[in-house]
């Protein structure tokens, strides 16, 4: 089966500075990759679909500045959430679309960030 | 704007129940609904997905059905068992929108 390598699976950083996670599509190409956060016990909040070699598609209230996505092939996306402050803490998940398949998505296993 | 609503919001039962899981949605104009499984910490696997044409779909143990017109699906767990054990999210693709929307999932506990 497809599979969704995202990485790193936790991280714990000072406020200030900044953290990049990854995600690859390992078997397959994405056409389109989608980042979202999820905080305890709620659903999860798109943040902004990225389509290899363009500029991500924000959605409303999330800070293109402060949430830098980069697609820069079709097996790689990766999110920055730059100058991290405790707020930024929560639990960040990819997910892949397979190209040529409209309504498949394969999901990462996510990155729990916490800032101190 | 599209809402999604799961209910219960957690659940714990004996090992070996048949299990109920709601999904209600506010707008009924949706592409698709998926139903999905979370374990803790961990991403997301698609479990079962029902076109906006579809009534029902099923896979082993699981059946999820919808009601377009009500705004309603629900997800049917036979024969429940500890490895079940997960937090299960229904999301709702909205014809107008290319993303889908999550409902807040329900957390299920299955004891031996």
């Known amino acids: 089966g497809a599979v969704v390598s995202q990485h790193p699976s936790r991280v714990i950083c000072k406020s200030g500075t900044s953290v990049k996670i990854e995600c690859r599509s390992l078997d397959f190409q994405a056409t389109t990759m989608f980042w979202y956060r999820q905080f305890p016990k709620q659903s999860l909040m798109l943040m902004a679909t990225s389509n290899e070699g363009s500029k991500a598609t924000y959605e409303q209230g999330v800070e293109k500045d402060k949430f830098l996505i980069n697609h820069a092939s079709l097996t790689l996306s990766t999110l920055t959430v730059t100058s991290a402050h405790p707020e930024d803490s929560s639990f960040y998940i990819c997910?892949?679309?397979?190209?040529?398949?409209?309504?498949?998505?394969?999901f990462g296993s996510g990155t729990q960030l916490s800032v101190l | 704007k599209q809402e999604v609503t799961q209910i219960p919001a957690a659940l714990s039962v004996p090992e070996g129940e048949n299990l109920v899981l709601n999904c209600s949605f506010t707008?009924?104009?949706?592409?698709?609904l998926q139903w999905f499984r979370q374990d803790p910490g961990k991403g997301l696997t698609s479990l079962l997905l029902?076109?906006?044409?579809?009534r029902e779909q099923t896979s082993g143990r699981l059946n999820a059905s919808l009601d377009k017109s009500s705004g309603r699906s629900t997800l049917y767990i036979a024969a429940s068992q500890p490895g079940d054990s997960a937090t299960y999210l229904c999301a709702v693709k909205s014809g107008g929108y290319n993303k889908l929307i999550f409902g807040a999932g329900t957390r299920l506990a299955v004891h031996p």
């Open positions: 029902i076109q906006s044409s579809q």
């Open positions: 997910s892949a679309r397979m190209q040529g398949e409209r309504e498949k998505l394969f």
């Open positions: 707008d009924s104009a949706i592409y698709n």
